[in-house]
């Protein structure tokens, strides 16, 4: 079971804002969900190996070919926090 | 002799490089020639990670990385994958690095250097390929930014992370390792070290056998010596005050030459590592054999050929191979008709330290040519020819011209970009050695003119001779051969 | 013109007046539209129709109008993902399925509404509201294509793209009274579609019948090599439309059966599965024992990817940005109010899955669970050709009936997230109704073998009617 430090724990690695208010909701509904993921346990599983990918593939790879660009501007055309030819943001921390 | 380590010193380093010389970045098409462009013009929806854009691996990243672990005589992994490391930073466009986690491409490796006592192993850990982030600018200083200005040309940059045991004794032995590795990756021909931002350390270090402290993001290799020296002298002068040293992360100033302390983490880092689910795992056992064939001689390799086959001293072909533009260009001049023992010294002595003296660093060799260019300054560039070096050493070897004026001939070369040869170039300035009866008129004017001198060295002042010397030089208008004129000074005045 | 048309139909209407002709008329569907199935209509839509006019065009789908999931990137329109913090957001590359499109002739009408990230069973967490069941506008359309599928039962778009995570095409087909498929996985590049759950979603096609749905799959299948899980199967979709099924081997799992489900559904998958035989099939029953761990081992993978998917979404690049006074805080309150509850929900569950302590019992468990569940697969499978089950357990529930409860939400993709755990192909259609809302049959086959999955859909369609009824709220 989560506590409420948990939650705030995990609100600061996933960077999500939490309220006070909302922490003691999240707790609860995470909770039930992970009450639930539980039953998981019953299973025996030390001698299964894990599955990643369904898809058996290896060794994809791409040559080592130039491919255009996008233009700057394209690149800066979502967001209107730029200068110079950059993205700004605030100061780290 | 054995090194005792009297102080207890071990440093081990983090080493990331960017594999500068493959053509793409490591998961898109985008060009790794960014060093001069304007800012977010090297990236595309891959490298920005936009949503739905997907990475493809750069088979040339994982053939560099097996190159590198080949000369690092490391293991490589027969199956190996990608990891995302998740965290959140602006240099990191998709909030998690694409790395490699608990398989990685090359583990046990070692190096082998120029120790305090000897030759000296340094142990590899572990070598695995990743991503760069992009760069920041921060706006007025870190401590009082106004803000962060981000460029993602060099974000997803191939780059591979070197991990050294703890088995260096002093700062000197962490910048001869460096050195070593870098030539190595030269050798390879998958690593620019002149590039800005190719190589950055991070250095863990500790004193007394005792606590590790991480000093982050130096980027040259002086700066890690210096960043080393500051922060043992720093834990000594803890320890003698009675304190204790404790595991943290430091920054290096480079600036001031210190190491400062990052500002604590309020909360522990979770990279919460996985499997990156859009990259398929390699088996890269079968191109092992091939790529090894491949791989070029290596620096200790060719320093012993050099002294074999050249009757070179081990000083001279450890200078000569510690840059393998530098070694081809030896051989080149050698191969073309100068004496290999002439051309060592011309070379590793001379022309290398006018070079380092320039602050000009090797950049290029066609087999004509061998360029360089400036350290701090990308725009001044220059190069010397293979035949003027041979044309010029010819000439020495001949007795056609002094040292000193061979000397000058390498110096206007270095500093002027005209394309004249040797010959022009001595003849311009009159450098062809004087004729011997040249040389004996003004040997026997320096002694008519300087009665002081001659008494005072037939007394046993034997600095007069010098003097001596020096007015022949002067009437001969440096043409003269010092020794010459000393031994003709002497069999003059004491038969 | 019909409101609902095949794609032969959509064809033979362009070769008598225009594809400009066709295109407005889906356009004037859209505009009287009661269901908030697209979050952006196309203001380039008509243009393009208009340029397939006048240039000519032999594609496959030349003039023939499509409406796309806004997770799948279309050069010039906004890319929502249902989510406010992609808030204007316009990709500048198209997703290769979209390629594929233009390339056949297809005209996009539109982004269709979706729950935010696809993270949803209803449409009901979009940003952009609600989209309504065509059948019952009090009822969600399923999700998290949720749109796609309305958009299609509704006559607003022949043909349309949505995404499959855990369900995310077939529950609102079933949902909706639409035929949708989950490729095998592998089979469509992702490359432009926005990730949700990397591992295990897929691109996948929604139409009124499924012989458009063999025509799509035609379109935007095959080899990619700008995502390295693309696999190219060679798979000619349209030769799977055969109305023969003697012989077939149908696999009956009662686990897909299992407690909760709706009397009604139960019925008329059954009545589905009897007529098979009827047409030459033999069934036997399958045991999957581990089904039952799928859910949970599903969603534990979902949500662990998702957590790092989403990651990009900071406010840095694109997008909705609040103010902080540093980077971190900017982003930790750009990411409270951009992404909705149930979104932030996932990414805490699959933060904390993967974190420091309980990597090995949530993320590591849940792997370990997937091998078991695609084993089952792969033994009811070496059995028979097709299994089959209801893809729904329930009709479509009532708008706001089950948002509040994320577990309850979750439970009814049941039957739909083991398929994305296997990767193995499956299709709903339409195979009866309960109080005048349809229901799903669902028909899983072997990876890659879309055929057979394909075969058995198309014949039980040819002899039924079910996907010729139109919801009479929107008619
Ligand atoms: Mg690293
Ligand atoms: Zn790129």
Known sequence: MITKEDVEHIGWLARIDISEQETVEYMEKLNSVLGYFGQLDELQTEDVAPTYHVAEIYNVFRDDMVKDCLPQEVVLANTEHKQDGTFRVPKIG | MVYENPEGIRIGLEIHIQLNKLKTKMFCGCSTDYHNAAPNTHTCPVCLGLPGALPVLNKKAVEAAIKVGLALEGEIAEETQFHRKNYFYPDLPKGFQITQYDFPIVSKGKVVIEGEDGEHTVGITRAHMEEDPGKLVHIGSIGKSKGVLIDYNRSGMPLIETVTEPDMRSPKEARRFLDKFRNILEYLDVFDGNLEGAMRVDANVSVHWGTRVEVKNISSHKGVERALLYEIMRQKNVIRRGGKVSQETRHFDEGRGVTLSMRTKEEAEDYRYFREPDLMPMRVTDWISAIKETLPELPDAKRARFMEQYGITDMHARSLTSKIMLADFYEGVSAKGADPKFAATWTADVFLGELNYRDLAISSYDGERIGFIHAKDPRIKNSFKVSDMVELINLFAEGKISDRAAVEVIRTMLDTTEEKTPSRIIEEKGLFKAEDDLVTKAVAEAIAENEAAVQDYLGGTEKSLNFLVGQVMKKTKGTADAKTARELIVKELKG | ?475
């Open chain 3, 1 to 475: 013109m019909a409101k609902w048309m095949s794609v032969a139909q959509v064809k033979e209407r362009i070769k008598e007046s225009s594809a400009e002709e066709v295109t407005a008329h889906y356009l004037e569907n859209i505009g009287k539209s009661k269901i908030n199935g697209y979050i952006t209509v196309s203001e380039k839509a008509l243009d393009q129709a208009k340029k397939i006019d006048s240039e000519g065009h032999n594609g496959i789908l030349a003039g023939v109008p499509i409406a796309i999931k806004d997770n799948i990137s279309v050069v010039g329109l906004p890319n929502s993902c249902g989510s406010r913090i992609l808030e204007g957001y316009v990709p500048p590359f198209n997703a290769h399925v979209i390629e594929k499109l233009l390339a056949a002739g297809a005209v996009i009408l539109g982004k269709t509404n979706m729950d935010e990230f696809a993270m949803g069973s209803s449409t009901e967490t979009s940003y952009y509201g609600p989209t309504a069941n065509p059948w019952d506008l009090e009822r969600v359309p399923g999700g998290s294509s949720g749109g796609s599928a309305a958009v299609v039962a509704a006559g607003e778009a022949p043909l349309a793209l949505g995404s499959d995570t855990g369900g995310s095409v077939r529950c609102p087909a079933a949902f909706c009274g639409v035929v949708g498929l989950k490729p095998t996985y592998g089979a469509v590049s992702r490359y432009g579609v926005v990730a949700y759950a990397n591992s295990l979603e897929q691109i996948g096609p929604l139409a009124n019948n499924v012989t458009d749905i063999a025509i799509l799959m035609d379109v935007i299948a095959g080899y990619d090599r700008r995502d390295s899980t693309s696999i190219d199967s060679k798979t000619e979709y349209q030769k799977a439309l055969v109305e023969d099924i003697k012989g077939l081997k149908i696999g009956i799992p009662k686990e897909f059966f299992g407690e909760g489900i709706h009397p009604d559904v139960e019925k008329a998958v059954w009545n589905a599965i009897h007529k098979y035989e009827d047409f030459g099939a033999s069934l036997e029953e399958v045991s999957m024992p581990n089904i039952k761990y799928a859910l949970a081992s599903y969603y534990i993978i979902a949500m662990s990817e998702a957590s790092s998917n989403l990651a990009r979404f900071d406010g840095t690049r694109y997008g909705f940005r609040e103010s902080g006074e540093n980077w971190h805080a900017m982003v930790s309150k750009t990411r409270a109010e951009g992404f909705g509850t149930e979104v932030k929900r996932r990414i805490l569950l699959g933060t904390y899955a993967l974190s420091a302590g309980y990597h090995d019992k949530y993320y590591l468990k849940a792997l370990k669970v997937r091998t078991l569940v695609k084993q089952d697969f792969d033994r009811a499978l070496s059995k028979v050709d097709v299994l089959m089950a209801p893809t729904m357990p329930n009709p479509a529930f009532k708008i706001g009936e089950k948002i509040e409860d994320p577990l309850t939400l979750y439970l009814s993709d049941v039957n739909t997230c083991p398929i994305n755990l296997a990767g193995v192909p499956s299709i709903s259609v339409p195979c009866g109704f309960t109080e005048g809302l349809p229901i799903g049959l669902q028909i899983m086959g072997k990876p890659f073998d879309e055929s057979a999955v394909l075969r058995a859909a198309y014949t039980f369609e040819q002899n039924t009617d079910y996907h010729t009824k139109r919801p009479q709220e929107v008619a």
